[in-house]
């Protein structure tokens, strides 16, 4: 039975920067939600930040909180753990949380943190896809249950 990562976020558990969380409600989630077949993930608590924590995006490479502090290594950290479940698990699709500098598959904020987005992927988001984990935001989700029913 294959399993989805998904952002913890997405599944109502308040792991976001601001301890709140993107509650998805979708019939096919919670299909496999029944099924035993979400497995629900924050790469930034993984990583080893706090909830709440300050706001974090990239620029130039580098994770920085508005206040400059940069935790490039949690998110990588964090990112790594992701790849090791899936690999564990035998996953090969996740569902992020779109524009987080984890988990955005298409957009991220600019790193101005003027609440600009740009075209770009979030730490996570990149390392699941360069180790061939298809990942969807909730964005795309009649391509992630299409690309779920192919297998």
Known sequence: ??????????????????????????????????QG????????????????RPPAEIKAGRVLTKDAQDVTVQFAYGAEQALKLCKKQGIRHALLKESSPSCGRNTI??????????????????????????????QQLPALFAALAEK
């Open 1 to 34: 039975m294959q399993k989805l990562l998904v952002s913890s976020c997405l599944l109502g558990n308040p792991v976001r920067y601001d301890g709140q969380s993107q509650n998805l409600l979708h019939p096919g989630l919670e299909t496999l939600k029944q």
């Open 37 to 52: 077949r979400l497995v629900a993930f924050c790469p930034e608590v993984a990583g080893g930040l706090p909830t709440p």
């Open 109 to 138: 904020y600019d790193g101005s943190h003027s609440g600009k987005k740009i075209s770009g992927m979030g730490l996570t988001a990149k390392l699941l896809t360069d180790n061939n984990i298809e990942v969807f935001s909730e």
